[in-house]
């Protein structure tokens, strides 16, 4: 039963990954790294029952904790290369307009 | 069933190599990364390593990602197209050095094969049977990693001071004679934008060190030790500084601390060492620390994983506050540079009219 | 009992599954990426809790089943938090949602997002010509022109 | 049924491999960075791979369990992976330097910068 619950696990990140490869856009990726990160929480909580190895249960606590960060870290780094752009933008409208 | 999960994530990790090696644009490499760690942690869950998937867990999700990424963010994000003949020659050199190891792979023996020298060498009957008994702790690792091998794990702390060292010489603390002006807006730093994000977040953080500190202790009996404790308590730290700013994060923790205990972890597990010196046995020989050999070893082993969890912790926070500072200077930086050329423009045509 | 107990957490472990299932094929599936976080929202909350549930079940009262409810209590914290952030983002980078006036879900951003880029903004785009109507707001720059790096 | 034990093997030479490809042939430094990584993982895997015992357990101690997967190489990779993203840091740092002097972090400009001078 844990095996057939794997199974459907491991499917659903593969179909998550072809999201994660084809993009377009990075907030694509980036949603589909968060959600890459739910199922291999679950996925380690899964494995550990079929292991019979309950201290597995750590790391899916630590994912659940830290796969947070990762998210946040590169919603930040868009947003600064957004403001970037924006300036850039500005810059060049600054240079036609004279 | 375990074989098939095993073959399923290698998979995984096949296409993402590929797509790693395929991309110009080295943004969605990091992120592809970050997914490599994901899944490469799943594999050692199904391969049976617990510590080391908790390792790489508390690595890959958040600190080696965020690296990467500020290094992009003030280097850029485009890859320029190449001509191929160099890639073509660096192909056949992969490829004819890839078919020598699987050449080579065929007279290996099969994996998980009981037979196999890993297995069938005394010193791994010695680790499996007799450790836990001789030193009355459930996770072979953790008396491993901190006793039988202990020596080499000094080494390993050592290297990693070295790295923090490094990267403080490189782009740590810069002692400018004239410190750029702050620009207004960068003056609350971080997710300001995002107040549900910083006020949930903010919730997190202290589970997050607690946690760390769990770890770090329960490592005798579970998954953990100083080396994940250290890298979850820095990810804690990163998390604050992602929310408001590496200016505030440094305000908490100062620099000149942090770089205190970058030596005080490696002090406190060379020390425990003399201490073991002082009282008649061999250097990192705990048996000595108490009447009880036994709890001797207890004793050494905690103050050591200490030592190795504050070393970790502090360099992995050093790092990301040096890259931090980094990226924010070279980000006013530009600000400032574009906002001069903007007056400047703004003043020229008036001068001339 | 314990037979009743076992179908169920089967029951509610294979639901998980499947749903799991439904919503990363809805993220695959999906044309734009506002409808693929709804499906992603799916497994973040539905689908985790009851994988979780199902294996809290089979754990009984022990310190795993805490650590599983722990689990699932932190995803239902984050991954809701990061999916607002993740929209948040979206919109303020000029992706807004198929059917919606992009004007009014401007509108709403910058009443609601008084934030240091949009200041920015505003500011380098004061210096370069102050706006000739203030109730004209600059054109809507579709996220496709330009490029943005990573596209 | 054989093979499938050598598999593990084979993709990790693979990804090592291509975490080599990468090296070589990128000229952005970054990229080079990333390709090390991927090589360094790949070491990863394929120790912990050496170190799984058929119908083995994760080795902490259990009630009723008699054989244990080999715990030397979990210690090896555990304190590698921590060495691995300081060494990174380092190497990330070395680019930043590189790109504050230089202006540039592809190998080739770089290059010619320095036969200029």
Redesign the interface.
């Given at each position: 039963?844990?095996?057939?619950?794997?199974?459907?696990?491991?499917?659903?990140?593969?179909?998550?990954?072809?999201?994660?490869?084809r993009?377009?856009?990075?907030?694509?990726?980036?949603?589909?790294?968060?959600?890459?990160?739910?199922?291999?929480?679950?996925?380690?909580?899964?494995?550990?029952?079929?292991?019979?190895?309950?201290?597995?249960?750590?790391?899916?606590?630590?994912?659940?904790?830290?796969?947070?960060?990762?998210?946040?870290?590169?919603?930040?780094?868009?947003?600064?290369?957004?403001?970037?752009?924006?300036?850039?933008?500005?810059?060049q409208?600054?240079e036609v307009?004279? | 069933m375990g074989v098939a999960i095993d073959i399923i994530l290698l998979l995984f990790l096949l296409s993402i190599a590929f797509a790693a090696c395929v991309t110009r644009n080295l943004f969605s490499a990091a992120m592809l990364f970050g997914i490599f760690s994901l899944i490469s942690a799943t594999l050692f869950v199904v391969l049976d390593a617990v510590d080391v998937a908790m390792t790489e867990a508390a690595v890959g999700t958040g600190v080696s990602t965020i690296l990467i990424l500020i290094t992009l963010a003030s280097t850029g994000y485009r890859v320029s197209p190449r001509p191929a003949g160099r890639q073509v020659l660096a192909l056949a050199v992969s490829v004819v050095l890839g078919a020598t190891m699987v050449y080579g792979t065929l007279d290996m023996p099969s994996l998980g094969s009981p037979d196999a020298p890993v297995h069938t060498h005394p010193i791994a009957q010695y680790y499996t049977e007799v450790s836990p008994v001789e030193m009355g702790i459930p996770n072979m690792v953790t008396p491993l990693l901190a006793s039988y091998r202990g020596y080499d794990t000094l080494g390993e702390t050592a290297v990693v001071f070295t790295a923090g060292i490094g990267v403080l010489a490189l782009i740590g603390r810069r002692r400018r004679k004239d410190p750029l002006p702050i620009v207004e807006e960068f003056r609350e730093g971080g997710a300001n934008r995002h107040r549900v994000l910083r006020v949930i977040s903010k919730q997190l953080i202290p589970p997050i060190l607690l946690y760390a500190c769990y770890v770090q202790a329960h490592g005798d009996f579970g998954p953990g030790g100083g080396f994940q404790a250290g890298v979850i308590f820095a990810s804690g730290l990163m998390l604050f500084m992602l929310l408001f700013g590496v200016e505030h994060a440094r305000r908490i923790i100062r620099p000149v601390v942090l770089e205190k205990l970058i030596a005080l972890g490696l002090l406190i597990y060379g020390g425990v060492g003399l201490v073991n010196i002082l009282q008649g046995g061999a250097f990192l020989d705990y048996r000595t620390l108490a009447h009880d050999p036994q709890h001797g070893l207890h004793y050494g082993i905690l103050t050591i994983e200490l030592g190795v969890g504050i070393t970790v912790a502090a360099v992995i926070t050093t790092i990301i506050y040096s890259f931090a500072s980094h990226l924010r200077d070279h980000v006013m930086q530009r600000t400032l540079r574009l906002r001069q050329g903007a007056d400047a423009a703004q003043t020229s045509p008036e001068s001339g009219a | 009992m314990s037979l009743l107990l076992d179908v169920l957490s089967w029951v509610l472990l294979l639901s998980g599954g499947l749903l799991s299932i439904v919503s990363a094929f809805g993220v695959l599936r999906l044309p734009e990426l506002f409808q693929r976080m709804h499906s992603a929202t799916i497994l973040d909350t539905l689908g985790a809790g009851l994988v979780l549930s199902g294996l809290i079940l089979q754990a009984g009262f022990t310190v795993i089943s805490f650590k599983l409810f722990l689990v699932f209590l932190l995803l239902a914290l984050t991954t809701t938090t990061a999916a607002h952030a993740l929209a948040k983002s979206a919109l303020a980078d000029g992706i807004y949602p198929k059917g919606i006036d992009p004007e009014v879900v401007r509108a709403g951003l910058s009443e609601g997002l008084p934030g240091r880029q949009r200041i920015a903004t505003d500011r380098a785009r004061e210096r370069v010509a102050p706006p000739a109507s203030p109730q004209e707001d600059p054109p809507p720059q579709p996220s496709e022109e330009g490029g943005p790096p990573w596209a | 049924m054989e093979f499938l034990g050598y598999i593990n093997y084979w993709v990790f030479i693979v990804l090592m491999m291509s975490g080599f490809y990468l090296f070589l042939s990128a000229r952005n430094l970054v990229k080079k960075i990333i390709g090390l990584n991927l090589f360094q993982t790949s070491v990863f895997i394929y120790y912990i791979s050496t170190g799984k015992l058929r119908d083995g357990s994760v080795p902490i101690q259990t009630e009723g369990i008699e054989s244990y997967s080999n715990p030397l190489p979990h210690v090896l990779i555990l304190t590698a992976i921590v060495v691995g993203v300081a060494s990174t840091a380092l190497g990330l740092s070395l680019i930043l330097r590189i790109k504050d002097d230089y202006g540039s972090i592809e190998e080739d400009e770089i290059d010619a910068q320095d036969v200029l001078s």
């Open positions: 039963m844990y095996a057939a619950t794997a199974l459907l696990l491991l499917l659903a990140m593969g179909m998550t990954l072809v999201r994660a490869l993009g377009p856009t990075v907030f694509d990726r980036i949603l589909a790294v968060n959600m890459f990160g739910t199922s291999t929480v679950l996925m380690v909580s899964v494995v550990s029952f079929m292991h019979h190895v309950t201290d597995m249960t750590d790391i899916a606590l630590i994912y659940a904790l830290l796969s947070f960060t990762g998210t946040i870290a590169v919603l930040r780094f868009v947003e600064i290369d957004h403001e970037r752009r924006e300036m850039e933008r500005a810059e409208e600054r307009l004279p | - | - | -």
